[in-house]
């Protein structure tokens, strides 16, 4: 059984590091602000960076220390749920489970959300997140520390129901991280992915092009 304090090193390493690598360029994409790109943003007013980086930053600090905490004091009861260490599951199993994840995590987090919307919640606690108007990806977690614990708690339903292996918990909490970034990030991200792809198979095939062609004119020679 993998231990309490390796769980929550693990756990919060993983969550860490994914939201820093998904968060980190989308804001500096944000930052720079290429006019190339402009045309991707969802908003049009520019906020300005210190009025969310800074912040951003120290609320996301200052949650992963209480998720931290958390895992602590948590693990004794979710190392008596289906969690588990064992032998990692096949890659389909991984996947499905993940796709499970994604569509229950969906359900679970609107009616969380919206409940959060209530006078009292939205007030004293979802009102934190709703400070910041003009988002940008490292926004992500600027959040209330209550909010940030329901939210991962919603996201921990689906690996309890199916005894996920802590590995594809992992997983699952690098894509949300990406989430979290994608989602707040101003920008037509996954618009901005495709953009890239499109321009890296259209270089491979540029590529391509010429090396064929550059074999053609030596098989003309060799003929010749």
Request: glycine fraction near 6%.
């Amino acid at each position: 059984m993998i231990s309490i304090c390796r769980a929550a090193v693990f756990s919060t390493a993983v969550a860490t590091v994914s939201f820093v690598a998904f968060a980190a360029p989308l804001t500096a994409i944000a930052v720079a602000d290429p006019p190339a790109l402009r045309k991707y943003r969802i908003q049009r007013k520019k906020p300005r960076a210190q009025d969310l980086i800074r912040p951003s930053i120290k609320s996301w600090a200052v949650n992963n220390v209480v998720m931290f905490v958390a895992i602590l004091a948590g693990w004794p009861l979710l190392a008596h749920s289906g969690l588990h260490a064992g032998p990692l599951p096949p890659w389909y199993v991984i996947a499905g489970q993940i796709g499970f994840f994604i569509y229950l995590d969906d359900f679970l987090f609107y009616w969380m959300h919206r409940t959060l919307h209530t006078p009292w919640l939205f007030k004293h606690i979802h009102g934190w997140h709703h400070r910041i108007l003009t988002p940008w990806a490292v926004t992500g977690h600027s959040m209330h520390p209550l909010e940030y614990l329901l939210t991962a708690t919603v996201a921990l339903v689906g690996p309890l129901v199916l005894g996920a292996h802590v590995v594809t918990v992992w997983l699952w909490f690098t894509f949300r991280q990406w989430e979290a970034a994608e989602g707040h990030c101003g920008e037509r991200a996954r618009q901005l992915l495709q953009l890239v792809v499109e321009q890296h198979l259209l270089q491979r095939g540029d590529r391509a092009a010429v090396a064929d062609e550059a074999q053609r004119r030596r098989d003309r020679r060799q003929l010749g």
